[in-house]
Each structure stands twice: as C-alpha cells, then as structure tokens.
RNA sequence: GCGGGAGUGGUGUAACGGCAGCCACGCCAGACUUAGGAUCUGGUGCCUUCGGGCGUGCGGGUUCGACUCCCGCCUCCCGCACCA
C-alpha cells in the first residue's frame, strides 16, 4: 500500500482537521444584512441572497440510518455551490423537539422529556457536524427554548387578537373589529352572535362573546377527534382515512369537546389560490388543493317536517349541491345521522302503510331513527368502508317541499352524508348521481331524469352523470328545458335567490385546525380564564409561559375503545401553577390557566423566520432581515425561502399550518413575505431489502449472499423483500458505520450519485466503493501517493484536456442547480477518468486543471477539496473561493462527428469542420463509402441535414 | 372508483424530437502483488451464420427521424376515497 493513498484513514484525519477548522474560523458563519449577526457583511454585500433549508429532524431516540441524511446533504450541497457561485448563503438548522414522541420515549424510560430530547439533539447534531455540513451554528435552536417558544406564544396572541375580515379578505387587529361594531360600521358575522340583539344593545359580556367568536383563535364546542388510547385530542390532518390515529395508530371517535380552533378555514381561498405562485411539484399542490377541497354550487332551502307531522312547527333543511341545475330531479331528501334537525323532524308515528324498507321494522319513527344513531356512532370509519358502498339509512316519517315544484320529498338519515362537509344534508337526485341512485334502488324510490341521455342509455342500470341538455325541469315561472348545465345552474340560482330559497355558495372540506391537546410536552398557551370563564391574553411582558415542573408528565391515557372518556390535561395536576394572580388593567386578580398545550405543529409553523436571528429577544423576528432574507423578488413574487427540502409526509400537515400562519403574519404586517417556502422539493427515500428465513423471522441483510439470482443466509435460502430500513428488520445500516468504513467524503458523494434528489433508491452497501474509487482517483490527481508531495505542473494543459474540462463544468453546474447530483458525479468522473488516462504517473496535471477540478468536487467532498486545496498553495477555503465557469472556446468542437443516416437508421460516421453547414454536410456525407454504397442505384426523395447533429438521406 | 407519477441492460441510472444505455455497481479478462474484499487496465444490452439483425412495458399515430410528442391499453408506486 502506498504511503499516501486516500484511505479511510486519511480521509477521517482530513475531514476531523477540516471540520475543527471551520468551526474555529467561522466558515460558514452567514452575515445578516443589519444586527447582532452583521459582521461581515460587507464581504457579501454585493451577493444575492440564497436561503436553502431543510425540514428539520425531529430528535427521536432511534438514531438516524443511512436514508436520512439525504435531504440534508441535497441542500448541503446546493448552499456550498450556490456560495461558491457568488451567492449570501442562508443554511441553518435547528430541532423540532416538543411533541407525543418526545414524551412518550420519555415516559417508557422515565426521564422527563427535556433531557431525553436534549441528548437526541446533541447526538443529531454531532452526527450532522460528522458529515461536514455548513450549517451556522450560531442560528440554530430547538423549539422548547424558552427563548424561542415565547415567540410561539407571542403568534398564538396575535392570531387570538385578530379576526378574518372576509370583505377584505384578510386577517386585521381585534381592536378594530371592535371599533367598527361600537361605531355601526359593522354588524357581528354570520354566526358570532347567539343574542338575537344588535351588538348596540349588548352587555358587556355578551359583546365578550360576540368578539370571541371572531377571533383566529377561539374555544369551541363541537365533535372532535378524541383518542383515548393516547389520552390527547387530535386535529383531522393526524387522522388517519380508516379512523385511527397517525401516531401509535389508536381508535379515534368523534366526541363533543370544548377546544382550541385556529380559524384556517378563513384562509381556504388564499391558501388554494396561492399554489399556482408557488414552484412546487404538481403532485404536491394536488395534496393540498384536495384537501382544501373546494366545490362551487348552492345552498338550497327546503321547507319539511309540517306534511305527515301534525300539529308540528315546518322546519327548513338547508342543503349544499355542486348540481342544483337538477333540483327538478329531487326524489327525496338525506340528513346525517348526526343533523342537529333530526331531532325536531322525527314524526310521532309512521303514516298508514309505511314501507317496510324505509321503517327499518320499527314501531316508531321515534325508535328507528334512535337505533339507526346508535349504529352509525358505533360503526367506525373503518367498518364504514369494510359495509362497502350498500346504502343503509331510515325514514324519520315526514317530508320536504321541493321549493322549484312543490313535490313532497320523504326525508332520510343515512350515514352516506356525512356530518362534516357541506350542510351535512343534501337533496337527492338519483337520476344524477350514483350515490343517490344506489340509496334509490335499495329504498324503492323514484327516478326522475332531468338531463337528456344519449341514445341507449339504460336508467336502470345507473344514473347518468354525463353532459346534455336539461330536461323535465320546468314551473310555471322558469324552465331550464334544452339549456346546458352552466346556464341552467345560473338560472335556477338566479330563480332560488329571488325566492329567497338558496344562494350561490362555495364550501370545502377544510376544516378549522383543532390546536390543543391534553399534553404534557408542548407549548403552554399563553391564556388565561376569568371568573366569567372567558379566556384572556397573557401580556406580552409576561412571556414566555414557562412550562412547569410536574411529578407526572404522562398524559392520562385510556383503554383503547373507551370513547367515553374525557380527557385531563397533565397540567391541570400542576396545581400550583394553575391558578395565578394577575393584574390585568383591573385590579390583581385571581385567574385559571389554560392547561392545554399547543399541537407539535405550531413549532414548526414559523421556525424558517427565527433562523434569521434566533438571539432576538425584542422582537419575533427583525422585519429588515425578513425582507432580505425572504421579502418578494419583485411585483407579483410571493418571497419565502429559495429552496426548501422534506419529505412528502408532510403535504397537508406542516406544509399548510404554516403557510396559514405564515398569510396571517402578513396579513398583520409582521412579514413581507406572503408565502413562507417559495420552492419546495420533496427528497426521496432511501430503501432497502430485508431477508426473512423459512420461519419469517429477519435475518442480518448484511450477512446473506446472493447466488444466481437466489439468496442464503448461513447456507440456507431467504426471502427477499423491499421497504423500510429498521433495527428491527435487520437491515439498518446507519451513517457512522458508512464513515468508519469510508469516510463522510465518500458517504455523501454516494448518496448524490444514486439518482436526482427527488428520486428514491435503494441503499447498496457494495457499491459505496465506486465513490470512494473515484475520490481515491481525483487525490491522486493531486497528491504522489509515494511521496505525498504535490504533483501538479505548471505546463500548459493540452487542447483535448482543456475541452474535457470545461465541457465538465458545463455538466457539474448543469447537475448542481437541478439538484441532480447524479449527473454532477459523472462529469467528474469523466474528467477524473480522462485525466488518469492521459497522465500515467510520470506526467503529473497541470495546475490549471487540477484547480478547477477541486473546486468542481468541493460541494460534493469538502473535506477532500479543502485538503487539497489547501496543498496545492491556497489559504482561503473552497467555500469561499468562485465555483469555476466554462469557456465557451472550449465547449465548442473545432470539428465534429456527425451521423450519418439512411431511412432514418444510422448507417456511418463523418468527421466535419463544426461549423459546417447542410450541404457541406450532405457532400461530406455523400462522399463517404459506406453511404455510398447505399446510396448507388437508388432515388433519393429527401435529404435532412442538420448541422452539428446528423445527416439522413430518405430512399424512395 | 377518481387524481398524480413512473416503466430503459443483472442493478442504480443517463440521453435540447437527432448515434439509446453517459457514470457507477456487479460480472469477465488481464497487470501489479506473499496475498487481495486494495489499486490499475481492458471488456460487458440481447441475438448472430460476424454480413448484420433486434432492442427503451404493449398496440396504434404524428415525423425524414420518437425513450422523448399524441391516442388507447397493461403494470407498479403515491395521494384521495360515499365530499353531494
């Protein structure tokens, strides 16, 4: 072995050295524009900003494996290029560290969960500094800092001290809501006053109230996704489709509790609308816009409950459609089980000769529709789906008047309409919609077809969703008759608001953010409750609310499927901390904290802003270095962070909490910014094949040998499979082995050679040794791996090896601003290649070559780049010396080769001067022999010839 | 069911509508070695009668020319899923 070979070894003293030194020099130490962090500025104050950031890590106890650092490293490299490019680089990180997986690792080895968390953070953080990334260090944090969560309680006030003016589509100060009200500028929302007064003549509380229940912020009883096997509520993004929760996958039930809303529903259009200004992937943006759910159509009034019910008050039952061109279609009516009109329609009695089907054999109506209640209630979501799509539901024995015809319309509860979306009651069309027509067929109910079918479509074999011209759908005061669906939906919502029946209307299925839970590790909220039991803000001047000590931190948790069960927050055994004297304006005195706490997603919600300058204890965030850092590029530019890296779990969750923080922010003036994440890119993820023996237990992956396409361990066959990388799969290879056996160099330019960053991949331990083959390639470029000496001449490169060159840094820029590191590697390969062929060990590398080469690498190996760098004479590091650009002398061949074709299949080559035209390129070809031959004897009907690329002679 | 994405050598992948398979792993051969799981060099899509033929999931289409664009299928992955 010879003495100075890049070896493991080596590479680790390297990259230890390189690392100390850029942590005692600063390297990467990004200067603010103005403030504490400014130092410096005027070395990058020409440059235009960049700011590249990850999804930060959560600092679970698991440990990273090899598939993690990805993300970390794409973004990594990126900043490095984009400094070295001329650019202010912004690439922080910091620890999402609050949160039911903190607390529940907590709980099982009982430590409290901030020194638990603690020590995660400092093991993430020594595993990142392994890798060599340019994180600065100073601006990193974790959200439990008391520094940072007090500007987390600070957002929270300002969302509870505002509301949504929908006239102006945007968030303002509570103060002014109130004014407007005092002034009768402004009656209180749709909704916001159960008093039945003006606001004018309201008392005090009751204006209390009124305020309330507009803020972004508010208390509010209705069904909640309760947990009791986690002892927590949770919102609707961490519930899961079948019913359960995301974490520890425990039941969930709809249960009536008094929680903390955020208001994001105000935010459904902005939030929407805003996709299309943001550079995100399409399959993204679908996430979110389907999870907004927006549908346009119209609220219709139905007047029920008089017919069949006597002596009973009419009801009205308001219902949404996406189709009320087909009101005349209408055969019959559903309500949620759920529906709070349910109650007051159910007639006294079935009438004579109630249909069996629609009776569900009970005596009364009474008691059908308590059984069908308690059935829906019971069944799951899952069981919901496993009843497959028959159509089940009762009668409640009276009907609607279909306002468009006067037709009495039965009235149903069927659990198919769901208490959730739209009014939580629809009219029936069966004619039109599936759903309809399959509850029609299964409860002997009518079919009414009010769009023209095609010729031969068979009503009893479906309904009929297609386009056509509108029939059967005519009064005497309007007729919809031969128009089409648009004019006809205009029409008859034209015809129903004059009727005052129904109003154009938008829903979606967005619903607002429930935001406590019954936690211990979480931001407390800044509320306090009056003797009233209305809440109060906390004064700024009293944050942060320290989360308090308590000899019991684990939630109160529940069997499983108790959905009885009411929760208790930890805090609320705190008993000292609960209650507090305060003087709010009126006197001291006594006031109840909120023991809730904030959902792990508030962290997250603006964390990117502190990063500007997390040492700020005046302010949320310095509105100067807001603009520079994340202020819009111009008129019609969102602003927001460059280039932003995550994984795709995130879509609805993190990625839409905190853009709506991020649009209330600015609306209340604290950010220029409208959108937090200007461009978003989902890294993908790193698989691996696990191996289970005959008895379907793991075996060690490392240890199976693979034979003709067939896998043994110890001698006996296993099954492949493919999928996630865990301890307990037996396939975790993490990255401090990866750096033991090869350094972080060779770890992290494998990991950008396996495909774009996009991509996932499977992990191939084998196959590291490429990297580190090519890394071993480029030292001894530099480096004599007898003598160690630096091998680089000053003579001047060769023609051949200059275009190799700068047809590389063409290729590596190309790889590096796409993010597909992959095609980077290559290009360095071929130029690494290249120049080990041409110079034997006698003839060393120019300089001029080898320079470039370094620099090329350098995002990809700093550590190496640095050192050899460093070797060949230069102070500065590579971080901070220009990326090399390509000549254009040398991109462009002097001659080149041109294929030549004969009915489009390539028959020859010819060599051309580069700037040759066609018909230089036709006689070139023409005079070659091969072509010739071809070309003798036959008619030649066309000839494409296109310089620099090919010839093609089409034979007729 | 609806929506989105993807199908290229044994593997990961690459190709402004213009020579399919760059680069790497693996494999084969060789060099240097006491040795090789180090390093270096060469070869490696399939078939072949060595002329060539066939090849980018399948079938059509547009084009002088299609991995690339269009239409219809198939398969896989992801998201949503009784959303009125």
């Known amino acids: 072995m010879p003495p100075h070979r890049y070896t493991p070894a080596l590479a680790q003293r390297i990259e230890l050295a390189w690392q100390d030194r850029w942590a005692a020099e600063g390297t990467f130490h990004t200067p603010n524009p103005v403030g504490r962090l400014s130092a410096g500025f005027e070395r990058v104050a020409d440059r235009p900003k960049y700011f590249a950031m990850d999804m930060f890590p959560y600092p679970s106890g698991a440990g990273l494996h090899v598939g993690h650092p990805l993300g970390y490293l794409g973004t990594d490299v990126t900043s490095r290029f984009r400094r070295m490019d001329g650019d202010n680089v912004l690439h922080p990180m910091g620890y999402d560290a609050f949160g039911l997986p903190a607390e529940q690792y907590a709980v099982q080895t009982g430590q409290h969960p901030r020194i638990t968390t603690e020590a995660n953070i400092a093991a993430i953080r020594a595993q990142l500094r392994r890798l060599g990334v340019d994180h600065d260090d100073r601006r990193s944090f974790a ?76 208390l509010h009883e209705a069904p909640v996704n309760w947990c009791p096997g986690l002892g927590t509520v949770l919102s609707n993004e961490e519930v899961t489709p079948d019913g359960r929760s995301e974490r520890g996958n425990f039941p969930v039930f709809r249960r009536p509790l008094k929680q903390w809303m955020m208001r994001i529903t105000a935010y459904a259009d902005r939030l929407l609308d805003d996709l299309d200004r943001l550079d995100w992937s399409d399959s993204l943006k679908l ?102 799509r028959e159509k089940t539901g009762v009668w409640l024995g009276v009907t609607a008047v279909n306002p468009v015809d006067g037709r009495e319309l039965p009235v149903f509860i069927a659990d198919y309409v769901l208490t959730g979306y739209g009014t939580g009651a629809i009219m029936a069309v069966p004619g039109e919609d599936q759903r309809d027509w399959d509850f029609a067929r299964a409860f002997g109910l009518g079919i009414v077809p009010t ?109 499983d499927d108790d959905a009885d069960s009411a929760p ?34 508030a962290g997250s919600c603006w964390y990117y802003l502190r990063y500007l300058d997390p040492g700020d204890d005046t302010q949320m965030v310095d509105p100067e270095l807001e603009r520079y850092w994340m202020g819009p590029r111009g008129e019609g530019d969102v602003g927001g962070v460059d280039l932003y890296v995550g994984g795709v779990e995130h879509a609805v969750l993190h990625l839409l909490y905190a853009r709506f923080w991020h649009k209330v922010l600015h609306d209340l003036g604290y950010v220029s910014s409208e959108e937090p994440f200007r461009r978003l890119v989902n890294q993908g993820y790193i698989s691996a094949y696990a191996y289970t023996d005959e008895r379907g237990f793991y075996v060690p992956a490392a240890d199976v040998e693979e034979k003709d396409g067939r896998f043994f361990y110890e001698g006996e066959p296993v099954n492949r499979e493919y999928g996630k990388i865990g301890k307990s799969l037996k396939n975790m290879v993490t990255p401090d082995e990866m750096i033991g056996a090869y350094g972080a160099d060779t770890f992290r330019v494998y990991e950008m050679s396996t495909g774009p960053l996009e991509q996932s991949r499977p992990w191939e331990t084998k196959a590291v040794v490429g990297s580190q083959r090519l890394l071993q390639r480029i030292w001894r470029v530099v480096v004599d791996e007898q003598t160690g000496a630096v091998r680089a001449s000053d003579a001047e490169p060769a023609e051949e090896t200059l275009r190799a060159l700068h047809k590389a840094i063409d290729g590596v820029r190309d790889g590096y601003a796409t993010l597909r590191f992959n ?12 120049l080990t062929q041409v110079h034997g060990a006698d003839t060393p590398v120019s300089r001029a070559v080898a320079e470039p080469l ?48 004969v009915n489009g299949k390539v028959r020859s080559q010819v060599t051309v001067p580069a700037g040759a035209d066609a018909a230089a390129l036709e006689a070139a070809a023409r005079a070659d022999e091969k072509i010739a031959g071809y070309l003798e004897g036959a008619t030649i009907r066309r000839v494409v010839a296109v310089p620099g690329r090919l010839v093609n002679f089409v034979l007729g």
């Open 287 to 388: 996430m979110q816009r389907n999870w907004i759910g927006r549908s346009t159509g119209a609220r219709i009034r139905f007047a029920a409950g008089a017919v069949g019910r006597p002596g009973g008050a009419a009801e009205t039952i308001e219902v949404f459609t996406t189709r009320p061109d087909t009101l005349f279609g209408a055969t019959y009516m559903v309500l949620a089980p759920e529906h709070p009109l349910v109650e007051a329609l159910t007639a006294d009695a079935w009438p004579e000769g109630a249909d069996p089907r629609w009776t569900g054999g009970l005596a009364t109506p009474a008691e059908a529709v308590r059984a069908y209640q308690r059935q829906a209630s019971r069944r799951s979501e899952l069981d919901r789906q496993d009843a497959g």
């Open 823 to 834: 095609i980077a590697i290559a290009r360095i390969t071929e130029l690494t290649n290249h």
């Open 854 to 901: 370094v620099l090329l690498v350098a995002p990809l190996a700093p550590h190496l780049a640095e050192e050899l760098w460093s070797r060949l004479g230069h102070d500065e590091s590579t971080a901070w010396t220009p990326f090399p650009q390509a000549d254009e002398r040398w991109l462009v061949e002097d001659t080149v080769q041109v294929a030549v074709q």
């Open 451 to 559: 769009v023209e079918r095609p010729a031969g479509f068979d009503d009893s074999s479906g309904a009929y969703t297609g386009p056509g011209r509108m029939i059967n759908s005519s009064n005497e005061e309007i007729s919809l008759d031969g128009l089409d669906k648009a004019t006809a939906i205009a029409t008859v919502t034209d015809w129903l608001v004059r009727r005052g029946a129904g109003e154009a209307t938008t829903t979606y299925k967005l619903r607002d953010w429930l935001f406590s839970r019954q936690r211990y590790w979480g931001e407390p909220f800044p509320i306090v409750y009056d003797e009233h039991d209305r809440p109060v803000a906390v004064p700024e001047s009293l944050l942060p609310v320290l989360l308090p000590e308590v000899d019991d931190y684990s939630p109160k948790t529940f069997s």
């Open 143 to 218: 959200t439990i800092d008391p520094a940072y969560y007090k500007w987390t309680q600070w957002i929270f006030l300002q969302i509870f001290g505002s509301w949504f003016d929908a006239d102006a589509g945007r968030a303002r100060r509570i103060e002014e809501l109130v004014a407007e009200l005092d002034a009768g500028t402004r009656e209180p929302g749709e909704g916001t006053n159960p008093y039945d007064r003006p606001w004018a003549v309201l008392g005090a509380a009751e204006r209390g109230v009124v305020v309330d229940a507009h803020r972004l912020a508010y």
């Open 568 to 601: 208790e927050p930890p805090l609320s055994r705190a008993t000292e901390w609960t209650t507090v004297e305060l003087d709010l304006g009126d006197g001291v005195q006594k006031y109840r904290r909120e023991t809730n706490t904030m959902p792990n997603w």
